[in-house]
């Protein structure tokens, strides 16, 4: 409860035997807003009008007990944050023991003493005050935090997206080609039931698969017809030039292994280490899909790009031998369902 300056703080007790409510009165009713109520329906029903700063509950009241009473506050969200303040003409621990697990603040034992009641109130709401300010700070720094990684998990994803560009950029045949892969890459792993942190993870190591092409020579990324023994040789190395660039990102390692092993086969053929199945990390397994599907639906300096059917045939051809099966038939479910063949200009 939000009170302002000289505004007198609210007071609703509740207790079913008279002389105590006209004691608590009389006690408290100079210093507060005090109301009190006989039983505990009429407590709830109140305070759906008119909140309270603190409530006096006793425990044995017939109709609802204060314990049934305190239950129906802590459900209600109105309600559940009023500290409450027992009372009962027992010295059982047991009973109190009770009530603080049920959500109360504190107790007050009768016969009442006004020195002690009125302490013990005052101290309950300048704790719940205190609580109240530590959670408006901790909700202030929180918003900052999450402002500040906000902040920073954008700067990181424009970052990759430009280096994707500028990766791009060397092969004037493949303008887009990282964005693509990385868009086909997350949608495999989407259909394949991986989690959101899954799916963002291989979107990024997708961008940057190609980022080793940085150290190709552009002659031969855009030479017209088809790459010499020797050339094809010095283009794997984009692979390994990728891995080590990207092995210095200690607070997301897995970009390397886009970059090391998108080229890696299933059986085992590819490189630039030669790993297989399972041995392959399962990113660059499905990266290796995504960037497979682009090459060949996409124009290159020696041919344009092949059919759909082509495509889809090359696929299902490297199913177990290029690419791990189940991400090959994610991929042909993909193509089927491209009936228009749009899905090579990339996912919307």
Known sequence: MNNTIGERRRIIAVDDDIINRMTLEAILSIDYDFTAVSSGP???????????????????????NGFEVLAALQKNPQTCAIPVIMLTGDLDQETEVRGIQAGAFDFVHKPFIPTLILRRIERTLQLKALQHHMQQEIDKQTAIAQAQL?????????????????????????????????????EIARR??????????????AQL?????????????????????????????HTTIGGTILSHVNEMPELAD???????????????????????????????????????????SYRDALPQAVVR?????????????????IMLNMIDDDVHYQMREGLV
């Open 42 to 64: 009429e407590a709830l029903k109140l305070l759906t009008s008119q909140l309270a700063d603190l409530i006096l509950l006793d425990i044995n009241m017939p109709e609802m």
């Open 150 to 186: 906000a902040s920073t998990e954008r700067l990181f994803r424009e970052m990759i997206e430009t280096l994707a560009d500028t990766i791009d950029a060397k092969d004037k045949y493949t303008r887009g080609h990282s964005h693509r892969v990385a868009d086909y890459a997350w």
């Open 192 to 205: 394949a039931g991986k989690s959101e942190e899954y799916q963002r993870d291989i979107y990024y190591m």
């Open 209 to 237: 698969h190609d980022i080793g092409k940085i150290g190709i020579p552009s002659s031969l990324i855009n030479k017209s017809g088809r790459l010499t023994d020797e050339e094809y040789t010095s283009m794997k190395q």
């Open 258 to 300: 886009g970059a090391r092993y998108h080229h890696e086969r299933y059986d085992g053929k590819g490189y630039p280490d030669g790993l297989a199945g399972a041995a392959i990390p399962e990113k660059a397994r499905i990266i290796a899909v995504a960037d497979a599907y682009d090459a060949m639906t996409s124009k290159r």
């Open 313 to 329: 045939q090359e696929i299902l051809n490297g199913r177990g031998s290029q690419f791990d099966p189940v991400f090959a038939d």
